[in-house]
Each structure stands twice: as C-alpha cells, then as structure tokens.
C-alpha cells in the first residue's frame, strides 16, 4: 500500500508540473482529446483546448499543409473545450494553431486512415490461440522510408510483433467494444523496426470477444460474440519520393498454433512449451462486416500492469 502511495504522489506531482506554462507564450498548453501529442486520431467527436493568460477572443485554426482547413473563434471560457464545425479528413497532417491578440502557439497531429481491408481467419477451426503472420521483403533502403503505420484491429484480443519486436506498448488490445455496435482499431509507429527482410506476427486470444465475461451463466459463459478468431490489418509504408507501399491481411497471410492452452482474462494463461506449434497452416477471408472506428480510450500500457501487480 505504501508503494501504491508513493507511485500515486510523483505522479500527482508531475501532473501540476505539467500543467504550468512551458515557456513565455500568453497561450499554452494546446491539446487534442486530453492529449499533448495526439497521434493517428479519428475524424470525429475530438475535443480542442488550450490555456491562455490573456482573455483574448481568440481564433483557432487546422491547417493542413499551408492552407487552412477549418476557423473557430473562441473565447477564454470555451478554450476548455471546442470542437470545429466540420469532422476531420482521414490520413492527413494537421496543424492547430490557436492565435490571440498579439501571440499565437501551434501543435501538429495526424489523423488515421479508413480501415477496410478484410478481415482473415485460420482454416482449420480447431486452433487455439493462433498466430497470424506473413512475411514480406522491402527492396529500397531504409533512409527512403518517411513514415511507417500498421493499422490493426481483432477478435479477440491482439498482440503484434515485428521482426520478433512488440509492436507499441499497449495490452489487451483492441480493448473492450460493443461488439454488435462497434470495434475500435488502433495504430501505431513501426517505422523504426522495419528491416529489408521482415516478418509480423500477431498473436490472439480469447479476450472479451470470445472468452467469458464476468459471471454470465455462473462464469462458465464462453462464445458470447463469436467462436472464431479473426484479424483486420493494414501496413502503410510512405517513401520520401511520394510513393506508397501497402499491405492488407489476404489470403497470402498463414497461421499456426501458439504454445498456449489456455487464456483468459481473469484467470492467466497457460503454456505448454512441449506442445508442437510448428504446423502452418491456410487462412481464409471473413465474410462478416463490422463496423470499425478508431480507438477513442486511453490504451491499457506497461505503467498500467505494474500498478495492478502491486495490488
């Protein structure tokens, strides 16, 4: 408990650090849905605010390159919270300057992309905890590449690596959904683990999709949603020459069993390292459709993990 109260105090401390101004500037503190550095978020229902020491009006804009997108004139009692008139444009660079009387202050974000590429799922019923994965090869040097992204999304839950390295810090993805509504999709940075010869493999569980959930039918409830895993991705890789190279989870993806036996969120899971997981096997294209939107939550991190071991 004692440590639980040291982690909660720095953090609370590094908070109101945080929230001072960081330099001179009479408007400060610019943020997208909470976020400092918003990264690869969706085109609606986001939330702008800044703090300023002057009461301005003010005028806030998106631009995207050097035009601008979208204007909205605020005063210092809606700087909390505004949104613009008009949803966001899928795949672009933005910029949000906010300008008041005699200064101004700007942030950059980007926003993610539509995914629609289909989803997959392993030919042979049977597998447990699989592992989808592909290989693919990239014939131009790496100081060509501008930008990287990996879109992603699953049922049930997803782990992806990248040349055998855990692609960004978050667990349980793609989190808890409505799934007769919704599934949230996520992106992430892969730029930095790309290599000329590259494999991705992602790894799934049951999670909430397909395990049990809490006591339903005496915690003995399985399949609630579904019965089978599937897996929704796409790898975008933009080259400093304005080209782009793609790739989407197709029939060209394979899949094999992991060494899991078990898995579920409440309980662990269980490995069997004598189990044979070498057998490769056929995907097949999911002809369901789902209703997928970007991740709109705060993701479950490495930080996260430690505080619930403590307990």
């Not at 040291?6 to 976020?35: A, G, M, T, W």
């Not at 008139?85 to 539509?114: A, D, M, S």
Request: hydrophobic share 35%; proline share 3%.
């Amino acid at each position: 408990m004692k440590l639980i109260l040291i982690f909660y105090l720095f953090h609370i401390s590094k908070l109101v650090i945080e929230l001072k101004p960081l330099s001179d500037s009479f408007i400060y503190d610019l943020r997208i849905n909470h976020q400092k550095n918003p990264f690869a978020i969706g085109t609606e229902d986001n939330n702008f605010s800044f703090l300023a020491k002057e009461r301005g009006p003010f005028k806030a804009f998106l631009y995207i390159g050097d035009k601008i997108s979208q204007v909205k004139y605020v005063t210092l009692e809606e700087s909390h919270s505004f949104s613009f008139l008009r949803p966001l444009q899928y795949n672009k660079k933005y910029r949000y300057v906010v300008q008041g009387t005699n200064t101004r202050n700007e942030i950059e974000f980007e926003t993610t992309i539509k995914l629609e590429s289909p989803f997959i799922k392993p030919k042979d019923k049977k597998i447990f905890s699989p592992i989808f994965f592909k290989d693919f090869e990239l014939k131009i040097n790496k100081e060509k590449i501008l930008e990287a992204r990996l879109y992603i999304t699953g049922l049930g839950l997803y782990q992806a690596f990248l040349n055998k390295k855990k692609v960004g810090n978050a667990y349980l993805t793609p989190g808890y959904n409505d799934y007769d509504y919704y599934l949230r999709y996520q992106t992430y940075d892969i730029k930095e683990l790309l290599e000329t010869e590259n494999i991705i493999e992602v790894h799934m569980g049951d999670g909430w999709y397909k395990g049990r959930i809490g006591l339903l039918n005496g915690g003995k409830q399985d399949h609630l949603w579904g019965n089978q895993y599937k897996l929704c991705a796409h790898i975008m890789i933009k080259l400093i020459d304005g080209k782009e190279i793609h790739y989407d989870t197709d029939e060209s993806w394979k899949v094999k069993e992991s060494k899991e036996v078990f898995n579920n969120i409440y309980d662990g899971e269980i490995i069997d390292y004598t189990k044979n997981s070498e057998e490769i096997k056929d995907v097949l294209i999911s002809e369901e459709k789902y209703n997928l939107i970007p991740d709109f939550g705060a993701l479950i991190v490495q930080n996260m993990i430690v505080i619930l071991n403590m307990i």
